[in-house]
Every structure is written in C-alpha cells, then in structure tokens.
C-alpha cells in the first residue's frame, strides 16, 4: 500500500519561498507507471493542480500555467521522495496543499493516493 | 484549458435517497473523467476513474456515466458515511482540472 507523507513550514511570509516534500513509501520516485503531483486546495480557488515529476528513461516535469514561472518540482532518488518548491508568494497561496500519486489503470490517470495535507499560509 | 462545471453546488438529501451530481466539461474530453470524494481535513479519495469504471473497494451505489462533455456521478440508497464532497477532475490533457464541488449534506 502507497503512502505518502508530507512535511513542510506552515506559515511562511510574502515574496519567500514555499518548500514542502512528500515521502513515498510503498513505491519508488523513479517508478515508470507512476508521477508524482502536487495540489493545493483553498476556499476561493477550489482544487488546481499545480504540477508533477515523473521518470520515463529520463525526468520529466510538468506544472500549470497560473504558477509556470515560480513553480520547481523536483524527485530526490536517494531519500525516495519529491518536493514543491514556489517562490515569491503572496496571500493569494494561502491554501492545503497536497502531493498525490497519479497510476494509469485502463488507460486513463487515476490520482490513487494523496498525502495528508499541510495548511500553508502566506502572512508576515 | 479544459474547464469543469459541477451542478448543483451543494445538495441535501436524506439517507436511503439517491442522488445524482452534473459535471461539464468546456471540450470533449472522451471518458477522461474521475471522481473523487473529500470529508472535512482529509484528502479527496478516487471513487470512480474513466467516467464510469468503480476504483476497487468503493461500494457498488456509487456509479458514473458520461461520455464527451457531459459526465453524471449516481449515489443511490444515501449512507451516512457518503455525506461529503464530492469532485470531478478531467485527466484528458496534462493539464489536470477540477470541478468546483458539490456539498453533499444531510437534510
């Protein structure tokens, strides 16, 4: 069974930078059937997927157009796990923000197992 | 980008009643659809992935259906455990979006 537990500051202040990572146990950062996501979720903006990580004979990364420019999501093969790094928040990040493993079944992508959340808010 | 448009937003219903949620889609997005049910401070659980495909271990009173740009998520004989959250989410790009939700709450 896949878990995935994340650790990170949950207040961090305008223009610095959000860190979190999620560690896997159960399957492997590197694995070919898996990517590895990130999600935050508040009050006003819902649900956004923010972007992944994913190995397919070389890394790949993926992130959504609102944060593209201060977006990295970054695997770390030697501790298994993979991380969110966003720079110059503002309040407008204010949100839950989840890591999730996206597993293909029949063909389409299935998010099968998320993190717990950390709450992260943006304030001096 | 596609956008998903969940109808209604929030939903009361008494156990044992059956329930269906909309969701929309902006473009064709085949049967990219799952989904997903949030309880308060938890993270959303798969319930049904490829529109209508049932994630192992979900009861059989959750049931979708849907095809292009109009996707439906059926719950019949209400449990108290299924008063929750309920999303869509479309996996046909990359670009992964969600519905807005639907609040599910006891009447």
């Known amino acids: 069974q896949v878990q995935l537990q994340q650790s990170g500051p949950g207040l961090v202040k305008p223009s610095q930078t959000l860190s979190l990572t999620c560690v896997i146990s159960g399957d492997n950062v590197s694995s070919s059937s898996s990517a590895w996501n990130w999600v935050r979720q508040s009050p006003s903006r819902g649900l956004e997927w923010l972007g992944r990580?994913?190995?397919?004979?070389?890394?790949?990364?993926d992130y959504a157009d609102i944060v593209k420019d201060r977006i990295s999501v970054n695997p770390d093969t030697s501790k298994n796990q993979f991380s969110l790094q966003l720079i110059s928040v503002t309040p407008e990040d204010t949100a839950v923000y989840f890591c999730a493993r996206k597993i293909t079944v029949s063909g389409k992508g299935v998010f099968d197992s998320w993190g717990q959340g950390i709450l992260v808010t943006v304030s001096s | 980008d596609v956008q998903l448009t969940q109808s209604p937003s929030s939903l009361s219903a008494s156990v044992g009643d059956t329930v269906t949620i909309t969701c929309r889609a902006s473009q064709n997005i085949n049967n990219f659809l799952n989904w997903y049910q949030q309880k308060p401070g938890k993270a959303p659980k798969i319930l049904i992935y490829g529109a209508s495909s049932l994630q192992d271990g979900v009861p059989s009173r959750f049931s979708g259906s849907g095809y292009g740009t109009d996707f439906t998520l059926t719950i019949s004989s209400l449990q108290p455990e299924d008063f929750a959250s309920y999303y869509c989410q479309h996996t046909y790009t990359t670009f992964y979006t969600f519905g807005q939700g639907t609040k599910l709450e006891i009447k």
């Open positions: 990580t994913y190995h397919r004979s070389k890394w790949y990364t």
